[in-house]
């Protein structure tokens, strides 16, 4: 089975920072695209960033310049650094992964973190 855990989230003060990481394990063939996604009370699940295996990236314009996303794939992780923090940012942030495993090849999910930014 494939399996990926996030770690990282938490309170902060508007204006702070937090770092997302996000730990991929399993019958895993190989990683391709990674990201983060983010769902706050009431709203649909949006795309915050994604990284290709290459490294490009893309990411919401909400969080250009303000948001990092990087991949490191012989630890089969991905990280969001989270600068210039704002209540906007409140958030489940939940990592994604398209994953070729010996079992399927397809979506995988995180549990999900919990971000909350105080004004």
């Known amino acids: 089975q494939v399996q990926l855990v996030e770690s990282g989230g938490g309170l902060v003060q508007a204006g702070g920072s937090l770092r997302l990481s996000c730990a991929a394990s399993?019958?895993?063939?190989?990683?391709?695209?990674m990201g983060w996604y983010r769902q706050a009370p009431g709203k649909q699940r949006d795309l915050v960033a994604r990284?290709?295996?290459?490294?490009?990236?893309n990411y919401a314009d909400s969080v250009k310049g303000r948001f990092t996303i990087s991949r490191d794939n012989a630890e089969k992780t991905v990280l969001l650094q989270m600068n210039s923090l704002k209540p906007e940012d409140t958030a489940v942030y939940y990592c994604?992964?398209?994953?070729?495993?010996?079992?399927?090849?397809?979506?995988?999910w995180g549990q999900g973190t919990q971000v909350t930014v105080s004004s």
């Open positions: 990284i290709t295996r290459e490294g490009s990236t």
């Open positions: 399993g019958s895993i063939l190989r990683i391709n695209d």
């Open positions: 994604n992964a398209l994953i070729d495993s010996w079992f399927r090849s397809g979506d995988y």
